[in-house]
């Protein structure tokens, strides 16, 4: 079945560490997103790429990074710059005009 | 002003009922709308693209444009429990390079 992957599920991090959230797709999709939400909060966008090795910052890019080596991977790294990092992570895609759809999520908290 | 404008909510509805959630957005060329429905600890899920003025329907859920008034709805008949989530309105825009805006979301919560 053709879907979004998100791994983990759920992640740690250690004060000072960086951490790498994986998002694979084989929907032959050409954009992919990233997302945090806070509790209670809605979406917000912190890195976007339309075409294999170009990406975008969003709205909340700082203590983030993300590449896109390849169509199907775009794999977002919260480093230690970024001070709050609990959240919930959503990795997106989609092709053309048409909605996006999600993966299942990443919930990151402090350690 | 925030590009997407939702009612936070929550709404509560009792089961059988219609439930009207709505949204407000102020960028006048937004094409495509969207609403997904999140559950609790969950990822959002899409349940209705509009595109065009008007009304569309799919099956318990009737999505609703207009956009001289630059507000989109989203219907649900009959409602059940399992209804009960957070409602997400998302557009695009023509400008936007593919990003979707998202509002901050409804709550409903369907009473037995």
């Known amino acids: 079945d053709g879907g979004i992957t998100q791994s983990p599920k759920y992640l740690f991090r250690k004060e000072g560490q960086n951490v790498t959230l994986s998002c694979e797709q084989n929907?032959?999709?050409?954009?992919m997103y990233w997302y945090r939400q806070d509790p209670g909060q809605g979406l917000r966008l912190i890195y976007y790429?339309?075409?294999?090795?170009?990406?975008q910052k969003g709205d909340i890019a700082e203590g983030y990074s993300v590449s896109r080596e390849k169509k199907e991977s775009f794999p977002l790294t919260v480093t230690s710059a970024q001070k709050n990092p609990t959240a919930f992570y959503l990795c997106?895609?989609?092709?053309?005009?048409?909605?996006?759809?999600f993966g299942d999520g990443t919930r990151l908290s402090i350690l | 002003q925030k590009e997407v404008e939702q009612n936070s909510g929550p709404l509560s509805v009792p089961e059988g009922a219609i439930a009207s959630l709505n949204c407000t957005y102020s960028d006048r060329v937004s094409q495509s709308f969207f609403w997904y429905r999140q559950y609790s600890g969950k990822s959002p899920e899409l349940i209705m693209s509009?595109?065009?003025?008007g009304d569309k329907e799919d099956g318990r859920f009737t999505a609703q444009l207009n956009k001289a008034s630059q507000y989109v709805s989203l219907l649900i008949r009959d409602s059940q429990p399992s209804d009960s989530a957070t409602y997400l309105c998302?557009?695009?825009?023509?400008?936007?390079?593919?990003?979707?805006?998202f509002g901050d979301g409804t709550t409903l919560t369907v009473k037995p």
């Open positions: 790429s339309q075409i294999v090795n170009d990406f």
């Open positions: 998302a557009l695009r825009t023509y400008t936007n390079a593919g990003k979707s805006t």
């Open positions: 929907l032959n999709h050409d954009a």
């Open positions: 509009i595109y065009s003025n």
């Open positions: 997106a895609s989609s092709s053309g005009d048409q909605p996006q759809h």
